[in-house]
């Protein structure tokens, strides 16, 4: 080999370097995986299991033996509108909304002078005719004494038949003077009696026991029966007897054949969400609504409150049985797949800040799906699967639905 040859070898430096350049590739992959893996790790441990939940709700046994459930409204079944049968300017009032009044109570009075004047009159005429009765017998006693003693007197001859017959007449007049004077006193009592109906009419009373509702009229406003004219006011107040209080509700056509009269039901009210009202079917009312394809019925309160008022809107549930005590009372429940048995009693996985805790809970009676449950209150969230991925203080996150 000449020395041009060799001047001409050299070495081929860029194959070492992309052999370098291929092993520190590796070195920094095989460096990185555990990384990789430990940061995976992490993030699954941060996110938690992914799990679904159930809620913990609270009902009432009732809602396992209800037939239908229907709506409505309170209403009074006996209301009126009380006004007067006389036409007059309103002078009192005694009553305003929520008043309580008897049955025949004065509750508003119209101006009355003129009344008040007239039964006065009609009593003075009654003592006029009651002191002309008095007089009348006292002239027929006198008129009878002396017929009497003429009588004896023509017996004897000692008088004239004449003379006797004057007192007889005498006496006769005097019987039909005392009749008159008392149908004069008939006639003067009934004129007072219809001065007093008059005078009554101003007294505007309650026809029965009830509520006042509303009060439509003020002193000074003019109350006309028919409360035509203009600024005449016809009912003085509206009032209801709380007694007659029942809920009508609408049931639809195509469960009609599921009521009857005489069913027990549960009435709940809008304004008393927490309360249930034990309450029987009393009508169910004979004609349709075509507009709503469904049929009214009447649902009694068995039980009064005074906290339920007319027109509240309430809830009927027709129940297939009568409600025990023990029915009426609310209940928690809860999804019994979501029990669990830890340290050989049940539990649940209770949801707690992103991660689940053992909560130990007492099972009672089954509703239907759902399980009487203690331990846990209504709207607490619990895990339902999967159950066998989790521990105690275990993180998760939910399944969003």
Not at 98 to 108: E, K, P
Not at 162 to 190: L, N, P, Q
Not at 238 to 244: F, Q, R, V, W, Y
Request: hydrophobic share 45%; with cysteine.
């Amino acid at each position: 080999m000449s020395l041009d040859s060799i001047g001409k070898l050299k070495i081929d430096k860029t194959v070492f370097q992309q052999k370098n350049r291929s092993k520190k590739r590796w070195i920094i992959i095989v460096a990185a995986v555990p990384l990789l893996v430990s940061a995976t790790i992490w993030a699954l441990e941060r996110r938690g299991v992914l799990i679904e939940t159930t809620t913990v709700s609270l009902i009432y046994p009732t809602q396992s033996f209800t037939l239908l459930n229907a709506s409505g409204y309170v209403v009074a079944q006996r209301k009126a509108a009380v006004a007067s049968k006389m036409t007059g300017r309103l002078e009192w009032i005694g009553v305003m909304e929520g008043s309580r009044v008897s049955s025949g109570q004065i509750i508003a009075r119209l101006e009355n002078r003129d009344s008040d004047a007239v039964v006065s009159q009609g009593m003075a005429a009654v003592q006029n005719a009651k002191a002309n009765v008095d007089q009348a017998r006292a002239e027929q006693d006198d008129s009878k004494l002396s017929y009497e003693r003429l009588k004896e007197l023509i017996g004897q001859g000692i008088i004239s038949r004449a003379d006797f017959d004057t007192a007889e007449s005498r006496y006769m007049r005097g019987k039909a003077s005392v009749a008159a004077a008392e149908a004069a006193v008939r006639v003067a009592e009934s004129s007072l009696q219809g001065a007093r109906v008059s005078y009554d009419y101003s007294l505007i009373r309650a026809p029965f026991e009830a509520v006042v509702l509303t009060k439509n009229a003020d002193v000074g406003d003019i109350i006309t029966p028919l409360g035509a004219a203009a600024n005449a006011k016809a009912a003085v107040v509206t009032i209801a007897d709380l007694a007659s209080l029942q809920v009508e509700a609408d049931v639809s056509e195509s469960n009609l054949e599921k009521v009857k009269t005489g069913q027990p039901c549960e009435i709940t009210l809008d304004a008393l969400p927490n309360s249930r009202f034990r309450g029987v079917l009393q009508t169910i009312v004979p004609t349709a609504d075509r507009t709503k394809a469904s049929v009214m019925v009447k649902v009694r309160f068995l039980d009064s409150d005074q906290r339920i008022l007319p027109e509240m809107s309430a809830k009927v549930a027709i129940l297939s049985r009568q409600a025990t005590a023990q029915d009426q009372k609310a209940k928690i429940v809860l999804n019994p797949s979501a029990i669990i048995k830890a340290n050989g009693r049940d539990a649940v996985y209770l949801l707690d800040n992103g991660h689940v805790r053992i909560t130990p809970i007492t099972v009672g009676a089954r509703f239907g799906e759902l399980a009487e449950v203690s331990g846990v209150k209504p709207g607490d969230k619990v895990a339902l699967r999967p159950l066998e991925k989790l521990k105690d203080g275990k993180n998760i996150s939910v399944v969003e639905k």
